[in-house]
């Protein structure tokens, strides 16, 4: 008798996948919380906690519509803490025939198993998650050839071929994209709407955690679960989301301000990474609010929205797929440095690092500017090696899975693939992060001062950066207009400014 083992991974939640249209008794379901997938890097506790959570409910959700399933949970006296190992042991105590999977998102896991299938006894095969977009080398197709992959190119046909708010063959409004129009700071006075946060108890997921030797970062209340930990849950954030949030989301995405750690982001992505819901159902739930709303939500702030999903999240996908594994070790700038200590506690004199940090440790979570502009043009400008960046945005997220982290990070982030993605460093001094954020008016170091005690060391740090580099940036036409101011400075400022950043780098730990 035929008897099929079908493995599911932490990040493969899709209940609507097609696996799961009928009930089989010959094929059973296997997940597996194991030390494989909670040591590659050190995790925040809510991510670990965040994972294991949404992938009990799943089981519990199978198990209710009848389907057969086995669990290992962490610390099960039978959990050989390797898919391949308690795959092996599956095949051999219950005599399974054939074993399937879901095409993994991450080029770690994508071989594991490959390595794994080639040596079966059993026949396997291989199913699409039917999550994306986009297959994996749709990407590359596009591209072919080219010798840039300019997001926005790929972003238009994405919305042509899925006919995603277009009229005929144009944008439906006859401008694609309104990036422009949605750069704004939030005003001083202005309180954001209070973010929708679940209260899940996660105790006994704790307690077994506990049990083990783990390493994880981070904060988490144990009786307050912020994150949605099943599908419904989901879908009620997504549409609190396109009632509360969407209205503003476009004009104040890049607005950032302390104590507000949600502002009128979407936080989807930790529901959309793991499948539980799917970018397809956002970008049509999305449009159907504007819809039915048009005069209050403008459309400036829904197409926002729908690039970073149908454009941003794909493009990065189809990045992730073209150039791995070549591009897990691009250093375009041979950066060494270390990250700071205080990227681990928050304790730091600069006000706006203090926060991002801060917050991204108890809440496993920062928005994107928060991650480009605050931490990542730090580490960026301080020289910090892209394996450093790498491991402590991919272990501090909650939706940092690394298909999405490292393109977003070791690419635009810290340019270390030399323009791949971005076609130049996201690199500032305090004037943009005054010009977006509330942050530099009460802060240790002030904004406006270049060199001396109270220099706020993003200042010196820009200009060290663009004068070390001048040999790999110095001909790039986006940046050519920093270099003119470069080379008109006086010998004497800029040797002032230099010595300030060096004075800054060596006492990193102390900024």
Known sequence: MSKTLRLILGDQLNSNHSWFKTVNDSITYVMMEIRTETDYATHHIQKIVGFFSAMQEFEKDLKSKKHQVIYFCLNNENNLQSFEKNIDFLITKNHFTNFEYQLPDEYRLDQILKNFCSKLSISNTVADSEHFYTERNELGDFFEGKKTFLMESFYHAMRKKHDVLMENDKPLTGKWNYDGENRKKLPKNHKPTPPLVFNNDVSKILIEIKKTNIKTIGNIDENNFVWPINRDQSLQLLDFFVAECLHLFGSYQDAMTPNEWSLYHARVSFSMNSKMISPKEVVDKAISEWQKRPEEIEYNQLEGFVRQIIGWREYMRGIYWLKMPEFGNMNFFNHQGKLPEWFWTGKTKMNCLKDAINQSLDYAYAHHIQRLMITGNFALLAGVHPDEVDNWYLGIYIDAIEWVEITNTRG????????????????????????????????????????????C?????????????????????????????????QPDHKAELLQQADYYLKNINDL
């Open 457 to 489: 060391p993003f200042n010196s740090l820009y200009w060290n950066f663009y004068d070390k580099n001048e040999d790999k940036l110095g001909k790039n036409p986006r940046i050519g207009m920093m270099y003119n101011v470069w080379r008109k400075m």
């Open 412 to 455: 635009m982030s810290q340019f270390a693939d030399g323009g791949i993605v971005g076609t130049k460093p996201y690199a500032s001094s305090a004037s943009y992060i005054d010009k977006m954020s509330h942050y530099c008016g009460s802060c240790f170091y002030k904004k406006a001062i270049k060199t001396g005690d109270k220099s």
